[in-house]
């Protein structure tokens, strides 16, 4: 009975990917691709099943980060793959956590984390000029938080980042209607969108929703919002802010009534992104925050409490059950106090989470003459400079990672 106590225990401690994976991150916020894709390489290699999908997610996104985009892409497919046999949880795999803890299962993913996937694929392929791809990850992002929301019955509500980005891609292709209703759900969603609203203000006059554009420009009054020129192209730059939150333990009642504490994970912000400035030629916009994933995160960890209370419940029966089994075994008080012991010694929650995730999406927009650009990004101090080329009537995306 000890021996398979401590089988659980030493595996309990080995699932610790957090702690494992701390180069990795010390590694990529410094910008230090190669490294943080070595090491990553080396937790691949070791097979964990517990973190498998924890060291894709990480991968798929420093290769995003790197601007390796089609790399990107197929790790994050396989990524979601995994993510989707994993929801189907084996009855072991409870059992397991149950009898040890949570992190004795494999990691499934939040629910904000699994839409995130699809959201950096459409990144991924705007960034490659595949728009008709780059719809279809928005399409299921909205999708998948619409089942969530009307089968599930979860508080959730659509990324505004989603919105957006679907907004700017429809645009490209000039299929104005769509692009007029995704910009204007994001605007639902993010209602400080400020200058990021002139694409709104633009379509809803060429599309012929005369009342809703004097809303719109009743409402936003300084925003110049006038039909691009024959040789005029938009930019978008996209700049991944932050750090993601981490999970930390967090001590709950698991019923109102009830006197004993039971360990759940909660959120805790790291930091507090700066404002980006993004300067093009000789005009400079302040980015705009147009999702705070930080937020959405607290969100669906928060309507997740509650089952896990009710897990972490069922698994205090259970090993109340298995101590006593112990002491009626050995006809020793002793001995069901110290499996009891034992047994909660690893009773800790599991703090593994996405952590290469940015804590917001920031949006700065321009209107430019075709041709080579400059794109000047000041964050934090950190100056970033990157080279595009505008084509008339189209809208290119530029995407930056930024961490501290």
């Not at 080995?14 to 916020?29: F, I, L, N, P």
């Not at 959120?267 to 507090?272: L, V």
């Amino acid at each position: 009975m000890l021996v398979l106590l401590g089988a659980l225990l030493l595996q309990g401690c080995a699932a610790d990917y957090v702690a494992r994976t701390y180069g990795v991150r010390q590694a990529y916020e410094a910008e230090d691709y190669p490294r943080a894709l070595e090491e990553l390489g080396d937790l691949e290699k070791q097979g964990s099943r517990q973190d498998a999908l924890l060291v894709l997610l990480d991968k798929g996104m420093v290769l995003h980060a790197a601007g390796r985009w089609q790399e990107s892409l197929r790790v994050l497919a396989e990524a979601d793959r995994l993510s989707q046999e994993l929801d189907a949880v084996s009855i072991s795999e409870e059992a397991g956590a149950l009898l040890s803890n949570e992190r004795q299962r494999a990691y499934r993913g939040e629910d904000f984390e699994k839409l995130m996937i699809s959201v950096l694929q459409a990144l991924n392929y705007a960034e490659l000029g595949q728009d008709d791809e780059a719809l279809v990850e928005v399409r299921r992002v909205n999708e998948r938080l619409e089942k969530m929301v009307v089968d599930e019955k979860k508080p959730y509500e659509q990324l505004a980042i989603a919105r957006y980005l679907g907004g700017i891609l429809y645009e490209d292709q000039r299929e104005w209607d769509s692009a007029f209703i995704d910009y204007a759900k994001a605007l639902e969603l993010q209602p400080g969108l400020g200058p990021l609203s002139e694409p709104l203000l633009r379509l809803a006059k060429k599309t012929g929703r005369d009342q809703v554009y004097e809303e719109l420009r009743r409402r936003f009054p300084d925003v110049p919002h006038e039909p691009l020129g024959p040789n005029e192209g938009q930019l978008v730059v996209v700049i991944e802010a932050g750090l993601s939150p981490e999970k930390v333990s967090h001590s709950r009642h698991y019923r109102p009534d009830a006197t004993e504490l039971i360990e759940v994970p909660s959120y805790r912000d790291r930091g507090y992104p700066p404002r980006a400035q993004v300067r093009v030629g000789e005009r400079t916009e302040g980015a705009v925050m147009v999702t705070s994933l930080a937020q959405v995160a607290k969100i669906h960890l928060d309507d997740r409490v509650g089952r896990m209370l009710a897990r972490q419940l069922a698994s205090a029966v259970v090993k109340a059950g298995v101590a006593a089994g112990a002491g009626a075994i050995t006809k020793s008080e002793e001995v069901a106090y110290l499996t009891f012991l034992l047994l909660n010694v690893a009773n800790a929650p599991d703090l593994r989470s996405w952590l290469a995730l940015p804590a917001e999406f920031q949006l700065a927009r321009f209107r430019l003459p075709a041709g080579q650009h400059t794109v000047q990004v000041e964050y934090g101090g950190q100056p970033l400079a990157r080279e595009v080329e505008v084509k008339p009537g189209r809208v290119k995306v530029v995407v930056l990672r930024r961490y501290r």
